[in-house]
């Protein structure tokens, strides 16, 4: 199992960066978590349009979803050329209703509502959610093989719930937005959060990701590493690929 890191700041991105989304690979399959802004232009470094299979968003917006609506007409020229196309299947929640509706094109994209009450079987792939603190709905992800565990964080506050459900996972991206003098700002957390979030869920490994493009991420890592002793701390780095053994 593979994570790669395709864009890693919100709410926009800086010159050569990208938002949000990052790429989990396992026996050939490939599914892409989040797809923001510049994300399909860097997925095509790793697997080529017609291997992608899912697409899971936490939640729907536009930093984390922009770039759907380029995956359409790459996925639309794509099964152009294919005797038994088949649609790229994308799972998201169901609200805002407009954004959602947009989700679904022609027959390059399947669009399709989840819950925190899903568990999908996608290949290789078990996936699970849970709902996460922040004003629009949100979702975290597991995504789970028979061997490894990533859990995304989505966008949120430091929760208790969240922790739980993160329990032992082999890496936790967890969105670290917030400088420490902005604790407590509706629906992000800080490096002091996700390191207690870490440490209390016995991760193997916390990236920390979704930076503001001005954003010191030095500091960060550092603040967290600080806090956080027992789990080994990176900042997430768009382009690499961090290999589960």
């Not at 010159?15 to 923001?36: F, I, K, M």
């Not at 922009?66 to 998201?92: C, G, K, T």
């Not at 670290?176 to 407590?184: I, K, N, Q, T, V």
Request: charged letters at 25%.
């Amino acid at each position: 199992m593979q994570l790669t890191i395709l864009g890693r700041y919100s709410p926009y991105p800086p010159p050569g960066g990208a938002c949000p989304s990052y790429l989990v690979q396992t026996e050939g399959v490939s599914l892409l978590l989040d797809c923001g802004s510049g994300a399909v232009s860097r997925l095509q470094k790793f697997t080529a349009i017609n291997r992608l299979k899912y697409v899971v968003l936490s939640h729907l917006h536009g930093d984390h979803c922009s770039d759907m609506s380029v995956l359409r007409y790459a996925a639309d020229l794509d099964v152009r050329h294919q005797e038994d196309p088949a649609p790229i299947r994308v799972f998201a929640p169901g609200e805002p209703r407009d954004e959602y509706a947009r989700l679904t094109y022609k027959e390059a994209i399947r669009a399709e509502v989840v819950t925190e009450k899903d568990q999908l079987e996608l290949g290789p792939f078990e996936v699970r959610f849970a709902i996460t603190d922040h004003p629009m709905l949100c979702h975290a992800v597991s995504v789970r093989t028979a061997e490894h565990t990533i859990v995304y964080s989505g966008d949120t506050a430091y929760s208790d719930e969240l922790t739980r459900f993160a329990r032992d996972a082999d890496v936790l991206l967890a969105e670290c937005s917030l400088p420490e003098d902005h604790a407590g700002f509706r629906g992000h957390m800080t490096a002091l959060d996700c390191a207690r979030m870490a440490e209390r869920a016995g991760v193997g490994r916390l990236l920390l990701t979704h930076f503001w493009p001005r954003a010191d991420v030095d500091a960060m890592v550092c603040t967290a590493r600080g806090s956080c002793t027992g789990v080994p701390v990176e900042a997430a780095e768009e382009g690499r690929t961090y290999r589960l053994t």
